[in-house]
């Protein structure tokens, strides 16, 4: 096995905030709507899928990234990827198709890592604004201080 050297997947994942000059332009991130892939599904590609293929198929459909699948004409791929994630959710799954479902989800923007490592960002939405409520007054901010010597019946010296 060599040693030193570059090795893919080596180092931490690209930062669209760093701060260093050195580094040469890389190029562009791509920034995909944090509201995901708007339009009809594609149709299941591969044989007859079951229910629970049919419903992670939809899911995913909605997502950020399947704006980029449907660019890259990955429909066979996503679908692949999810017969195999069911497979690989049965009790009885060999532990190879976990590792499978993993490297898919890389190669299909599913993960953190996977995201930075292909340059891509999903858009940060402004959380909705809530309205301001009337605070609740707590039992501790009903409390006051009173001088002893305003309390009836009190001795001052104590």
Do not use: C
Not at 18 to 36: C, T
Not at 140 to 153: I, M
């Amino acid at each position: 096995m060599p040693s030193g050297g570059a090795r893919m997947n080596s180092g931490p994942p690209p930062d669209p905030e760093a701060l260093r000059r050195d580094r040469k332009n890389e190029g562009e991130w791509l920034v995909l709507s944090a509201d995901g892939r708007t339009g009809k599904t594609p149709e299941w590609p591969l044989a007859e899928a079951s229910p629970g293929e049919l419903n992670l198929w939809y899911e995913l459909w909605f997502k950020p990234q399947a704006i980029e699948w449907e660019r890259l004409g990955q429909e066979r791929l996503v679908a692949r990827y999810v017969r195999t994630s069911i497979q690989a959710e049965a009790l009885e799954a060999p532990a190879a198709l976990g590792t499978l479902v993993l490297r898919m989800e890389h190669e299909l923007f599913l993960t953190r890592a996977s995201l930075a490592h292909h340059r891509i960002r999903i858009e940060q939405v402004d959380p909705p604004k809530i309205a301001s409520a009337k605070r609740r007054s707590t039992s501790k901010s009903r409390l006051r201080v009173v001088a002893a010597d305003a309390v009836e019946g009190t001795d001052p010296a104590g």
